[in-house]
T-cell receptor, first 109, second 117 residues
């Protein structure tokens, strides 16, 4: 069983659409991270959440600790948003991180 | 947040050779992690590198194949030894957990894309 489950696995959207990626986890966490990986391979941390909601430009991340669920939203999507989005959780015991399998997003002009 | 310089960014290697990947962090961190990402897959933790002690390897990974050094709190290397085409992957270093500053961090190097012929 995976500690972190992401959905959908693949997503294609038209430019301008509102996008939601979901993440559910089964372990106790100290923080949840949303990561972005472009085709070159580098990974960038978009958000770190331990409660509530964060917004950065067109990106919004929310977390519900009771339900062990987080969502990443992209408003007014753009082709440059095309990337793999990975949900990662830091366990609240030790320094272990668990990763989702990623959501591959393609935004078509 | 921490900034990690990782090199090489990519390499093409011959079967049977070894390659060492380096990661330099711009701040002191307690834990450094090495991950492998095979094509189309998510990240798999290879080992945790602790300064002053041997690395802790995950199931399926052994020190003879992936020796790791951690000489100080800002630097680590991962060597992929006696490479085969199955080792073709992206290798990423990461810092995560609690830095000496007290911040909760998760930062990755740019990745090293390795192709073994």
């Amino acid at each position: 069983k995976n500690e972190v489950e992401q959905s959908p696995q693949n997503l294609t959207a038209q430019e301008g659409e509102f996008i939601t990626i979901n993440c559910s986890y089964s372990v106790g966490i100290s923080a949840l991270h949303w990561l972005q990986q472009h085709p070159g391979g580098g990974i960038v941390s978009l958000f770190m959440l331990s409660s509530g909601k964060k917004k950065h430009g067109r990106l919004i991340a929310t977390i519900n600790i009771q339900e062990k669920h987080s969502s990443l939203h992209i408003t007014a999507s753009h082709p440059r948003d095309s990337a793999v989005y990975i949900c990662a959780v830091g366990a609240n015991t030790g320094n272990q991180f668990y990763f989702g399998t990623g959501t591959s997003l393609t935004v078509i002009p | 947040s921490a900034v990690i310089s990782q090199k090489p960014s990519r390499d093409i290697c011959q079967r049977g050779t070894s390659l060492t990947i380096q990661c330099q962090v711009d701040s002191q961190v307690t834990m450094m992690f090495w991950y492998r990402q095979q094509p189309g897959q998510s990240l798999t933790l290879i080992a945790t590198a602790n300064q002053g002690s041997e690395a802790t390897y995950e199931s399926g990974f052994v020190i003879d194949k992936f020796p790791i050094s951690r000489p100080n709190l800002t630097f680590s290397t991962l060597t992929v030894s006696n490479m085969s085409p199955e080792d073709s992957s992206i290798y990423l270093c990461s810092v995560g957990g609690t830095a000496y500053s007290g911040a909760n961090v998760l930062t990755f190097g740019a990745g090293s894309r390795l192709t073994v012929l």
